[in-house]
């Protein structure tokens, strides 16, 4: 699973309609698009510090003004329950948002809820899409998830030669599973021709 925590903030105690404090200059943010990235980074800067909730608490706010980085985050933090009551449903929801304006990681993590029905019901139709997004911006983790939904055929029959591409793809980026899943490919003539030397190349890659 690619959606791992990296969450945390320090805990804000002003209320919502107050300007947030920069922690570095320890001046007041007005402009709102600076306000954004302001709260933002005062959450990266409690999460480093090891406030999660602090944390959350920054990128909530940060994340209803629209911006797509600390909905990521937030999204993580709901998805983990790391700084807040873990909750997929909600998880799924900020992910959406963030993955709706091209966020590429989130964009993978709404196709994981989909494919696992975390937050929301399972389908492998909408996972595929969504992973599609992000493999098709070069994220080798939605290429992995690609190469195994179409290698295992979990929308119908399996599909070695597409599996194989994706599989191919993220190996190439340095994917350790993937590598493996692609040796298994050239052993067996998966969507590949049959070649053992290549499996065992792919193999011995995996491995390091």
Known sequence: MRCIVILSVLFCAMPLAAYPLNLETDTMVTDSTDTLDVLYNNGVEACNAGDYSGAVGFWSQAAEGGHAEAQYDYALSLFNGTGVEQNFSEAFAWFMKAAEQKHVEAQFCVGYCYENGLGVELSFDEAEKWYTMAAGEGYADAQLSLGIIHYNGVMGEPDFALAAEWLKRAAE??????????????????????????????????AE
């Open 173 to 206: 980026q340095g994917n350790p599973e993937a590598m493996c899943r692609l040796g298994v490919c050239y052993e067996n003539g998966h969507g590949v021709e049959k070649d053992e030397y290549k499996a065992a190349v792919w193999y011995k890659k995996g």
